[in-house]
């Protein structure tokens, strides 16, 4: 309206909020200038698809589809990985965030929306970066310098670009904003101070059921404590110190983080008491096997070491360090790398000891190593191994303290400098803005380069194998993402189709020869390759015999099957030793499932039936629906089985108990009627109604057999140790198709 103007954002005195006369006007308007900053490194980053496990947590999760009870309740009950795999990750937190990006934001699988939230927590984690380090230091210069390395640091484009990185984004906020409120609490006094400190247990209790490292809230205010605040204690000795800390600090302030823990323990025994997940997978992380105690610590100080020289020299940046990328130390023919160990140990040793030297003189420095180390215990495989031997999103909150030590070290740079060439405080303001803009402009331009690696699979995994050579799994991601985009653009082309297959397979089989050189026992094996290359060999035995060639398509067809005997023997193991680590648990043997891989046996019956070797191929689909009995593809792969072995009843009963699974399987139904023709019963026994296929379960014929299916499946449930399932399915047979209760078995 004419006559009146929009106020401003006012605060204290009536100033603007943003006002740069005032401490904190100056603060917000960094802070904005911050976003802006980290807006430009990460601008190609919105159009990033959903690679690596995105695709999983994101396309294939079904509890974050729909914004219900059930899906609440499942997202609150089951592992992070659920349904694909047991897993002993639990992160309701994380899931239900990306609950609300598909179904209340709409998002769906479009990732736009996903990393505009990945985007503003980095940024909320970069203005509290700016606060604390302000607070702790008192200059704005240094803090905002700091903040910006952290915030375009291209070490941190797996935790900002990659969507599932959001775990770390969030287990850092909670961490930063915990941090924050013990600051606060510790400058507070009555209720003000209690107030802070239960900010700080609030921050500490959701953050552990976003990602586990949010413990590491003890580690951050113990740092905090230990050089802040150690100090200015009264004591006048050691002990008497000791006394007055364990009081101030920990029971008046550390209590309030126990909340956090106590509930994380109570809600993961509760849920992974029984979980068949044992240990770590070698190739993933082989320090979790190494051939001594040293050998293991020596690698995980050269990982700290390798680390280092990505923050300060961040070139070859890979999403991927699997076997046998960094070798263990000792291991034959890597001397090289074994000294690379022992030259980490000088340097982590070296700044520690500067930390310490440096104390009192330069607490802000001391912080920074402490931080920067600290914040990787639970993830530098020195206390335990964890699932991978190395990964850059493990540096997201570390990178805080690096980021500090750089800007330190600029600003050291530029007073020696000037002392040097006599420079005036005019002229030393230049050289640190034109150091710092060459700094920042350097770290971004490599940040918006990196983001171009992440917009697909093709690009991301093509960028593991040239900066991580020696990975196996790169090269596994690598074929993975070549034959994926030739299903995807040459459905019709059969020509290059069968090319990318070749390339494919190329790929692949240099990846079997890092994993084979050494052969590894089989309890140091990883059966995901070899499933991948059975597919691929298969793949290019149907090319050869469309061709009429079929000795060659034979000959890839036992390529296909003896690699996949390999990963077959490995879940083989893992099923075992899961179900040894179950019993030593105290579970009784009748109560544990077999777990596995059931794509292995998937791809496995189907190479046997390429082979015509029905016995087999048969065995291979029983163990599918073993795993997993809820899949009627396994229950309609083994009827086809037993057919060509002129089993036709049973084969009837597994065409059938896959319609019955799924009422939309209009394969198992058509292979019914076959089989219900060739048993002399007319086929107009089996009717369309509505989208379903109905069964005329008035003739007798089909009501005998109708009745053992549902009792077969039934059956099947209670073998693969799905108890509730087998029970929900019995008293369904029993009410809908009037199946007699007295057929099922006693359970």
Same mark, same amino acid.
């Given at each position: 309206?004419?006559?009146?103007?929009?106020?401003?954002?006012?605060?204290?005195?009536?100033?603007?909020?943003?006002?740069?006369?005032?401490?904190?006007?100056?603060?917000?308007?960094?802070?904005?200038?911050?976003?802006?900053?980290?807006?430009?490194?990460?601008?190609?980053?919105?159009?990033?698809?959903?690679?690596?496990?995105?695709?999983?947590?994101?396309?294939?999760?079904?509890?974050?589809?729909?914004?219900?009870?059930?899906?609440?309740?499942?997202?609150?009950?089951?592992?992070?990985?659920?349904?694909?795999?047991?897993?002993?990750?639990?992160?309701?937190?994380?899931?239900?965030?990306?609950?609300?990006?598909?179904?209340?934001?709409?998002?769906?699988?479009?990732?736009?929306?996903?990393?505009?939230?990945?985007?503003?927590?980095?940024?909320?984690?970069?203005?509290?970066? %700016?606060?604390?380090?302000?607070?702790?230091?008192?200059?704005?210069?240094?803090?905002?310098?700091?903040?910006?390395?952290?915030?375009?640091?291209?070490?941190?484009?797996?935790?900002?670009?990659?969507?599932?990185?959001?775990?770390?984004?969030?287990?850092?906020?909670?961490?930063?904003?915990?941090?924050?409120?013990?600051?606060?609490? /510790?400058?507070?006094?009555?209720?003000?101070?209690?107030?802070?400190?239960?900010?700080?247990?609030?921050?500490?209790?959701?953050?552990?059921?976003?990602?586990?490292?949010?413990?590491?809230?003890?580690?951050?205010?113990?740092?905090?404590?230990?050089?802040?605040?150690?100090?200015?204690?009264?004591?006048?000795?050691?002990?008497?110190?000791?006394?007055?800390?364990?009081?101030?600090?920990?029971?008046?302030?550390?209590?309030?983080? %126990?909340?956090?823990?106590?509930?994380?323990?109570?809600?993961?025994?509760?849920?992974?008491?029984?979980?068949?997940?044992?240990?770590?997978?070698?190739?993933?992380?082989?320090?979790?096997?190494?051939?001594?105690?040293? $050998?293991?610590?020596?690698?995980?100080?050269?990982?700290?070491?390798?680390?280092?020289?990505?923050?300060?020299?961040?070139?070859?940046?890979? $999403?991927?360090?699997?076997?046998?990328?960094?070798?263990?130390?000792?291991?034959?023919?890597?001397?090289?790398?074994?000294?690379?160990?022992?030259?980490?140990?000088?340097?982590?040793?070296?700044?520690?000891?500067?930390?310490?030297?440096?104390?009192?003189?330069?607490?802000?420095?001391?912080?920074?190593?402490?931080?920067?180390?600290?914040?990787?215990?639970?993830?530098?495989?020195?206390?335990?191994?964890?699932?991978?031997?190395?990964?850059?999103?493990?540096?997201?909150?570390?990178?805080?303290?690096?980021?500090?030590?750089?800007?330190?070290?600029?600003?050291?740079?530029?007073?020696?400098?000037?002392?040097?060439?006599?420079?005036?405080?005019?002229?030393?303001?230049?050289?640190?803005?034109?150091?710092?803009?060459?700094?920042?402009?350097?770290?971004?331009?490599?940040?918006?380069?990196?983001?171009?690696?992440?917009?697909?699979?093709?690009?991301?995994?093509?960028?593991?194998?040239?900066?991580?050579?020696?990975?196996?799994?790169?090269?596994?991601?690598?074929?993975?993402?070549?034959?994926?985009?030739?299903?995807?653009?040459?459905?019709?082309?059969?020509?290059?189709?069968?090319?990318?297959?070749?390339?494919?397979?190329?790929?692949?089989?240099?990846?079997?020869?890092?994993?084979?050189?050494?052969?590894?026992?089989?309890?140091?094996?990883?059966?995901?390759?070899?499933?991948?290359?059975?597919?691929?060999? $298969?793949?290019?035995?149907?090319?050869?015999?469309?061709?009429?060639?079929?000795?060659?398509?034979?000959?890839?067809?036992?390529?296909?099957?003896?690699?996949?005997?390999?990963?077959?023997?490995?879940?083989?193991?893992?099923?075992?030793?899961?179900?040894?680590?179950?019993?030593?648990?105290?579970?009784?043997?009748?109560?544990?499932?077999?777990?596995?891989?059931?794509?292995?046996?998937?791809?496995?019956?189907?190479?046997?039936?390429? %082979?015509?070797?029905?016995?087999?191929?048969?065995?291979?689909?029983?163990?599918?629906?073993?795993?997993?009995?809820?899949?009627?593809?396994?229950?309609?792969?083994?009827?086809?089985?037993?057919?060509?072995?002129?089993?036709?009843?049973?084969?009837?009963?597994?065409?059938?108990?896959? /319609?019955?699974?799924?009422?939309?399987?209009?394969?198992?139904?058509?292979?019914?009627?076959?089989?219900?023709?060739?048993?002399?019963?007319?086929?107009?026994? %089996?009717?369309?109604?509505?989208?379903?296929?109905?069964?005329?379960?008035?003739?007798?014929?089909?009501?005998?057999?109708?009745?053992?299916?549902?009792?077969?499946?039934?059956?099947?449930?209670?073998? $693969?140790?799905?108890?509730?399932?087998?029970?929900?399915?019995?008293?369904?047979?029993?009410?809908?198709?009037?199946?007699?209760?007295?057929?099922?078995?006693?359970?």
């Amino acid at each position: 309206m004419a006559g009146f103007a929009t106020p401003p954002l006012m605060g204290p005195l009536g100033r603007s909020l943003f006002d740069p006369r005032t401490p904190a006007g100056k603060l917000w308007l960094v802070a904005i200038a911050l976003g802006l900053l980290t807006y430009l490194a990460y601008a190609n980053s919105f159009s990033a698809g959903l690679v690596l496990d995105n695709g999983v947590v994101i396309g294939d999760d079904p509890r974050i589809k729909v914004w219900n009870a059930d899906n609440l309740e499942l997202i609150r009950t089951r592992n992070y990985w659920w349904p694909m795999f047991e897993s002993d990750l639990y992160r309701p937190l994380t899931t239900y965030s990306y609950l609300i990006n598909y179904a209340v934001l709409g998002n769906g699988q479009e990732p736009l929306g996903y990393h505009v939230i990945n985007f503003l927590l980095h940024w909320a984690n970069v203005v509290l970066v %700016l606060v604390i380090v302000q607070r702790l230091c008192g200059r704005l210069a240094l803090a905002a310098l700091a903040a910006a390395i952290f915030a375009i640091h291209p070490i941190n484009i797996e935790s900002v670009t990659n969507i599932v990185g959001r775990a770390d984004l969030l287990a850092t906020l909670s961490i930063l904003l915990g941090g924050w409120c013990y600051m606060r609490a /510790g400058e507070a006094t009555g209720l003000n101070k209690v107030l802070w400190l239960a900010g700080m247990g609030l921050n500490a209790l959701w953050g552990v059921f976003a990602k586990e490292s949010a413990l590491m809230i003890f580690a951050f205010v113990f740092l905090y404590d230990l050089v802040w605040r150690w100090p200015k204690l009264t004591g006048d000795t050691f002990l008497r110190r000791l006394g007055q800390s364990a009081w101030e600090f920990g029971v008046k302030g550390y209590t309030g983080i %126990l909340p956090a823990l106590i509930a994380l323990l109570v809600v993961r025994y509760r849920m992974f008491s029984k979980s068949p997940v044992f240990g770590q997978i070698f190739v993933d992380n082989p320090v979790s096997n190494p051939d001594s105690w040293l $050998s293991g610590k020596l690698t995980a100080i050269k990982v700290i070491g390798r680390y280092l020289q990505l923050l300060i020299f961040p070139r070859t940046l890979s $999403s991927e360090y699997s076997y046998n990328q960094i070798p263990l130390y000792g291991q034959p023919g890597h001397g090289a790398e074994d000294l690379e160990a022992w030259v980490a140990l000088i340097v982590v040793a070296g700044l520690i000891g500067l930390a310490v030297w440096y104390w009192r003189k330069q607490p802000l420095f001391t912080w920074g190593v402490g931080l920067f180390f600290l914040m990787q215990l639970l993830t530098a495989n020195l206390i335990f191994p964890i699932g991978s031997i190395m990964g850059e999103r493990f540096l997201y909150l570390p990178s805080v303290g690096f980021a500090v030590m750089a800007a330190l070290f600029l600003f050291w740079l530029v007073g020696f400098l000037a002392r040097q060439l006599d420079l005036g405080p005019r002229s030393a303001t230049c050289l640190t803005t034109l150091l710092a803009a060459v700094v920042l402009v350097s770290l971004g331009l490599r940040s918006y380069q990196r983001n171009f690696d992440w917009q697909d699979d093709l690009s991301l995994w093509h960028s593991a194998v040239e900066n991580a050579p020696n990975s196996f799994k790169s090269y596994k991601g690598y074929a993975t993402a070549i034959w994926a985009d030739a299903l995807k653009n040459y459905p019709q082309d059969k020509i290059k189709r069968e090319a990318k297959l070749d390339q494919a397979i190329a790929v692949s089989e240099t990846g079997l020869h890092i994993l084979d050189t050494p052969l590894l026992p089989i309890d140091k094996e990883d059966n995901t390759l070899f499933q991948d290359m059975g597919n691929y060999y $298969s793949y290019k035995g149907d090319f050869l015999r469309d061709r009429q060639q079929p000795e060659e398509a034979r000959i890839f067809y036992q390529k296909s099957l003896a690699v996949l005997l390999r990963a077959q023997a490995v879940d083989h193991w893992v099923n075992d030793t899961s179900r040894q680590a179950a019993l030593a648990h105290g579970r009784l043997a009748k109560e544990i499932p077999d777990v596995g891989n059931y794509h292995v046996y998937l791809f496995l019956e189907q190479t046997y039936e390429r %082979l015509e070797d029905w016995p087999h191929a048969e065995e291979a689909a029983h163990y599918i629906v073993l795993l997993n009995p809820t899949l009627e593809v396994g229950y309609r792969l083994r009827g086809v089985d037993l057919f060509y072995q002129h089993k036709i009843r049973p084969a009837l009963i597994q065409f059938m108990a896959a /319609g019955l699974l799924d009422n939309t399987d209009n394969a198992a139904w058509q292979a019914a009627a076959t089989c219900f023709q060739l048993m002399g019963v007319p086929p107009s026994v %089996l009717r369309r109604q509505g989208d379903n296929n109905v069964l005329d379960d008035q003739n007798p014929e089909v009501r005998e057999d109708l009745n053992d299916t549902c009792v077969a499946i039934v059956q099947q449930f209670l073998e $693969s140790k799905q108890f509730d399932n087998a029970v929900a399915l019995r008293d369904r047979y029993i009410k809908d198709l009037r199946v007699p209760a007295d057929r099922f078995p006693k359970f």
